[in-house]
């Protein structure tokens, strides 16, 4: 499995753009790149999920460069409500084995 | 909305004791997943199922076991609880159907053995 690195973590203020970046230079050709918001003393959510160029979805945008070496998980318009920690994960699509790494904790400020 | 159900939520138990956590899902799901998270700390894979009577050790090596005899039901037994084991162990749950990559986790036990 692909290992990911993350910033450990972002602050960002209400209504701001916020764009968390991964890196993932070893990911294998049929690897999809997937996003997941946790909160504290909860289970994690998947946010997004995508293979290549732009996905978009009512809550973000993930941005996957032409090499998939990256990626950029683009939150519009953040509120305090999306102070979380976001993980981005890389492998295969068809279930199994997720490799959560630490995260990024994004702390959203009024 | 996700069905994913674990209990208890909460369990503070003593050093030697027998516990099994609970997790059911009603999504008809074929895949589930047990983790271990320490507060702060990543997510670590210990248990897995494929389908009833599937089960499969994850990447951090537990003492707990699993059973997976319904399709919906996926509990997690430790024979004897040790002050190691306080953790939060959350239950996932996940179609078999690709290109989803998406898992379903229930709310998390918080486990405390004194």
């Known amino acids: 499995l692909a290992k990911t690195t993350q910033p450990i973590s972002m602050d960002s203020y209400e209504g701001q753009e916020v764009n968390i970046t991964c890196s993932h230079n070893n990911i294998a050709t049929n690897d999809y790149i997937t996003w997941y918001q946790q909160f504290p003393s909860q289970g994690p959510r998947f946010i997004i999920q995508g293979y ?8 973000a945008s993930l941005f996957i460069p032409a ?7 683009s939150l519009p318009r953040v509120s305090l409500s999306d102070t979380a ?12 084995k997720l490799v959560f790494g630490a995260g990024t904790i994004l702390r959203v400020k009024s | 909305e996700a069905d994913i ?56 090596s537990s003492e707990s076991t699993v059973s997976r005899i319904r399709t919906e039901h ?4 430790l024979e004897s609880a040790r002050p190691s ?23 998390g036990t918080r486990l405390t053995v004194t």
Request: include cysteine; charge should be negative.
């Open chain 2, 5 to 60: 159900y674990q209990t208890p939520r909460y369990l503070v138990i003593g050093t030697g004791k027998k516990i099994t956590l609970e997790c059911s899902q009603t999504m008809g799901h074929d895949k589930m997943y047990w983790y271990q998270q320490d507060p702060g700390m990543e997510l670590h894979l210990i248990h897995y199922s494929y389908g009833v009577n599937s089960t499969e050790k994850g990447d951090l």
């Open chain 2, 74 to 77: 996926f509990p997690l037994t």
């Open chain 1, 52 to 59: 290549k160029t732009k996905v978009t979805n009512e809550v």
């Open chain 2, 85 to 107: 084991h306080t953790s939060q162990y959350l239950c996932a749950s996940s179609d078999s159907e690709p290109p989803s990559y998406e898992q379903y986790f229930g709310p």
């Open chain 1, 85 to 96: 920690v976001y993980y981005c994960l890389v492998g295969q699509p068809y279930g199994n």
């Open chain 1, 67 to 73: 090499d998939r070496k990256s990626s950029t998980l």
